[in-house]
């Protein structure tokens, strides 16, 4: 079983089936683990996994009159939760997120499927569902393979800088993971090349997890770097290695394209469009649309889910069946709100970066069962590929962009966190709004491209800051924006 952080390792089990067809026609598949005291074989343990216990679990379905059948599905799990941090242990404790996470997920996969299978689903592209279900599958797996980094699927650590917040990873075998036949075509073996993986978990408070990551989907300026974009778009084609920093341009706006949906709207693919314009007539005679598969989920505060999850990967515009995938994203799983009880060392060391303002501003419990003690663990998983010779400069420059987007996301929770009043500190002015901040940027960020010059002087002013000089500018500014189009 996949760890859902990078905090925790995976689990691992060693269980005996038993599936029966009954004189009803019902069938039922029965499942548990095998332990030292029964006569079954007893295999120990894979390293860096933690052996959990399956108690008996297993499905039933019943066939019922005029066709159709009604399902039933036990999951019991043990899933051995002192061997976590503290702070995320309700995720392997609670029953209820095991049925979010297994059963109710499994239901409405069956659920899909049947209707799909009948006809009612209908989809655009001229796609068929099952091809668009391999997708997403493939992204989520993908994207699982990251997080984890499974030492028999190639994957080892690199060293890191001296700062253990982002953990870099690389894996010299990609036909693990995007086939011998795209693995050699694309040129990562021919180059000597691979993949490299900068990951990182850290707590969020006060932030619903479906509201983060659907501002994450719709305002991507916010927290990507679009020469970052142009590298992992670019490397996914044959003898595309530059450094990102060579690529030039600025991405312009995103066009979201749906492609598909579950029934119950709980999860959906699309395609995204960035339209590449440069600042310089050379940059726009060099920039071109980008491409992004992405699968997006638990965006709706109304249905229920494990996780709120946006992972997407650079795609040609071809858009084939077999194009490799090189799945990147985020999740944010709540974690069951309950006493402010401190947590491990650990813990505090990864959440450090994220307390605002002073320690003591707010006393412990102060919120109660408020939505301003909700609690939740985001994973960032990104993944590129590389060759041997730049490897240091590709995992640095990994490092740092992960360290970027953890900044970013950081300064939209504070944002998108329900404002609060301190009897001390009296009311919390309300920050800029994201896109305010962006556009800010994007005006000074022009300016001094064009001009040399610092159009409201040092630029190490916080963000609000930076807004307010130019709000307060004594000179007007008017800001003018074009698109080649052929004639």
């Keep these: 079983m996949y760890a859902p952080t990078t905090l925790d390792p995976a689990r691992d089990l060693l269980t005996v089936r038993y599936t029966s067809l009954l004189e009803d026609g019902s069938l039922v598949v029965c499942e548990r683990s095998l332990t030292g005291t029964q006569s079954g074989p007893n295999m120990p343990s894979v390293q860096h996994f933690v052996r959990a216990q399956m108690l008996p679990s297993g499905y039933l ?42 059963t109710i997920t499994a239901l409405r996969h069956l659920r899909q499927v049947a209707q799909e299978v009948s006809g009612e689903v209908v989809l655009g592209w001229g796609r068929q569902p099952a091809a668009l279900r391999a997708f997403s599958q493939r992204l989520c797996r993908g994207f699982n393979d990251a997080v984890n980094g499974f030492t028999d699927d190639g994957w080892s650590l690199l060293g890191s800088d001296g700062v253990e917040d982002v953990i870099i990873a690389i894996n010299s075998s990609p ?92 999860e959906f693919l699309e395609v995204i469009k960035l339209e590449g314009h440069g600042l310089t007539h050379e940059e726009a ?35 084939a069946d077999d194009a490799p995938l090189l799945p990147s994203g985020f999740r944010v799983i709540p974690l069951e709100s309950g006493s402010d009880v401190s947590p491990p060392n650990r813990t505090l060391d990864l959440a450090s970066a994220l307390e605002v303002g002073s320690a003591g501003t707010r006393a412990s419990g102060d919120c109660g069962d408020s939505p301003c003690n ?14 041997n010779n730049v490897r240091d400069s590709v995992a ?48 000074c960020q022009s300016y001094r491209m064009h001009l040399g010059l610092e159009l409201i002087g040092d630029n190490s002013e916080p963000n609000e800051s930076v807004l307010k000089l130019l709000w307060h500018h004594s000179d007007g500014i008017m800001c003018c924006s074009w698109k080649v189009c052929t004639i």
């Excluded at 059948?69 to 242990?89: A, F, G, N, Q």
């Excluded at 229920?304 to 997407?312: E, K």
Aim: with cysteine; proline share 6%; glycine share 6%.
């Design 374 to 387: 909700l609690r939740s663990v985001l994973t960032i998983a990104f993944q590129f590929t590389y060759q």
């Design 175 to 266: 036909s693990k993971f995007l086939g011998s036949q795209n693995a050699s075509s694309d040129g990562l073996s021919a180059l000597n090349g691979g993949i490299m993986c900068a990951k990182a978990s850290m707590l969020l408070q006060n932030v619903p997890p479906a509201l983060l990551v659907r501002f994450l989907r719709e305002h991507r300026s916010e927290w990507a770097d679009c020469n970052i974009d142009a590298y992992s778009s670019a490397t996914m084609k044959a003898s595309a290695y530059n450094v990102p920093g060579s690529l030039g341009g600025i991405t312009g706006s995103q066009v979201i394209l749906p492609l598909a949906h579950t029934v119950e709207h709980e």
């Design 285 to 319: 005679l060099l920039s071109k649309d980008m491409f992004l598969l992405q699968l997006c989920s638990g965006i709706d505060e109304h249905v229920a889910g494990f996780c709120s999850q946006l992972v997407f990967a650079p795609i040609d515009a071809s858009f």
């Design 396 to 443: 640095a420059m990994a490092r740092q962009y992960v360290r970027n987007v953890i900044a970013s996301v950081q300064r939209v929770a504070i944002a998108l966190a329900p404002s609060q009043q301190s009897p001390h500190l009296g009311p919390r002015l309300p920050p800029g709004t994201p896109e305010a901040l962006t556009l800010t940027r994007w005006i």
């Design 61 to 102: 379905i019943r066939p019922c009159e005029g066709g159709g059948c009604i399902i039933h599905i036990v999951d019991h799990m043990d899933l051995e939760p002192w061997s976590v941090p503290e702070v995320i242990r309700p995720l392997y404790e609670s029953s209820a997120v095991l049925a979010q996470k297994m």
